[in-house]
T-cell receptor, first 118, second 116 residues
Framework: AQKITQTQPGMFVQEKEAVTLDCTYD???????LFWYKQPSSGEMIFLIY??????QNATEGRYSLNFQKARKSANLVISASQLGDSAMYFC???????????????FGPGTRLSVLP | DVKVTQSSRYLVKRTGEKVFLECVQD?????MFWYRQDPGLGLRLIYF???????EKGDIPEGYSVSREKKERFSLILESASTNQTSMYLC???????????????FGSGTRLTVV
């Protein structure tokens, strides 16, 4: 069975500093996609970044980058230059199997609550 | 702007009541999903639907059923609500990747259900 592990229930970071949120995953499927979502206190899930299992380069999206280490089965999210608005819950998620076909289902990790300090 | 709308933001129901959670999307997506979110557990899939009148069980379907009579609407039903169904419920719809390479999986804002 597929599983996502996020070992940091909570993290603190000083404003303008970089922070890394850890994510490890377990799957036997050769093809999968890895995603990070942000959930602020308002409750909506905001898509941040994704990485395909066959992508050679690490994904980047503005201040977000995904440190993908396939052999270690890790997909850590790096947020550079943290802002107060980055305070939220962050979920790592995986879509197994034919991930580029629409309608596949996510497996989510338990989440990491990030607090950015002024 | 594409949207997934959940009819209620907060809901309080009594044990044993039949509860309907409604979700509507305006994106013409074929695929819709219901998740529940609990602290320390992340989001877990309850049911999903690939087409009108079609439904598939997710990881935790017990105590729930769904209805998809129209493409845009996916309803989650708690036949007889229990206190262990107190949770945040999130609906989502999906197109997969669009022509621009954006991943089209959109969540609603969630319904926080309390069963007393």
């Amino acid at each position: 069975a597929q599983k996502i592990t996020q070992t940091q229930p909570g993290m603190f970071v000083q404003e303008k500093e970089a922070v890394t949120l850890d994510c490890t995953y377990d799957t036997s499927d050769p093809s999968y996609g890895l995603f990070w979502y942000k959930q602020p206190s308002s409750g909506e899930m905001i898509f941040l970044i994704y990485q395909g299992s066959y992508d050679q380069q690490n994904a980047t999206e503005g201040r977000y980058s995904l440190n993908f280490q396939k052999a270690r089965k890790s997909a850590n999210l790096v947020i550079s230059a943290s802002q107060l608005g980055d305070s939220a819950m962050y979920f790592c998620a995986m879509i197994p199997k034919d991930w580029d076909n629409y309608g596949q289902n996510f497996v989510f990790g338990p989440g990491t609550r990030l607090s950015v300090l002024p | 702007d594409v949207k997934v709308t959940q009819s209620s933001r907060y809901l309080v129901k009594r044990t044993g009541e039949k509860v309907f959670l409604e979700c509507v999307q305006d994106m013409d997506h074929e695929n819709m999903f219901w998740y529940r979110q609990d602290p320390g557990l992340g989001l877990r899939l309850i049911y999903f639907s690939y087409d009108v009148k079609m439904k598939e069980k997710g990881d935790i379907p017990e105590g729930y059923s769904v209805s998809r009579e129209k493409k845009e609407r996916f309803s989650l039903i708690l036949e007889s609500a229990s206190t262990n169904q107190t949770s945040m419920y999130l609906c989502a719809s999906s197109l997969g990747f669009d022509a621009e390479g954006n991943y089209g999986y959109t969540f609603g804002s969630g319904t926080r259900l309390t069963v007393v």
